[in-house]
């Protein structure tokens, strides 16, 4: 059996033919690397040769347009040793560093926590329920003023947040307490 193409063969697709812009390398395209040497640039007009001085003595006068000839420096001369100021060598054992002596911190002090005055959740409950009950309001005041001034004379406990809020809404609803019943005995005796 022999590979014969068909007569109905596809046809040959065309060739890819790439963009020629200046940006693919057509017109107008600057090659980067080019292949050819660049024209030489003339010399710059300079003096004549007969003016021109020599850059060193010992060597020849450098024809105009050439590099200078490397010239070698003068070995650079190390910086002066300027010996310390009066300074005396340690001695070991003598009198060398001295470790001040230890002086142990003492821990933080850490205070018991001082409770509060026993009556402090009563009076916040009778302040509390005084909105509702304003009977109760100066109650809250009476015994929260007498838990204050048991603190204040040196009882072991403390005066705070909670027996405070009972305190002063005790005197708050209180004083509500006492402008509504005069309120009402004005009303009464305006009326008769």
Known sequence: ??????????????????????????????DPYPTEEP??????????QAQRQPSSPSLPPT???SPAPYQPQPPAQPAPVVPPAHQQPYQYGTQGYQQPPYVPQPYPYYQPVVPEHPSSVTVLVLGVVGLFFPLLSPVAWFIGSRAKKDVQRGAPYRWAATGQIGYV??????????????FFMLMILGLS
Do not use: C, D, R, T
């Open 169 to 182: 809404l005790g005197i708050i609803y209180s004083v509500i307490m006492l402008l509504g019943v005069g």
């Open 39 to 48: 024209s030489p640039v003339p010399p710059p007009p300079s003096q004549p």
């Open 63 to 65: 024809p105009i347009g």
């Open 1 to 30: 059996m022999s590979n014969e193409q068909s007569p109905a063969a596809e046809p040959s697709p065309e060739p890819y033919i790439a963009p020629k812009g200046p940006e693919f390398g057509g017109p107008g395209y600057a």
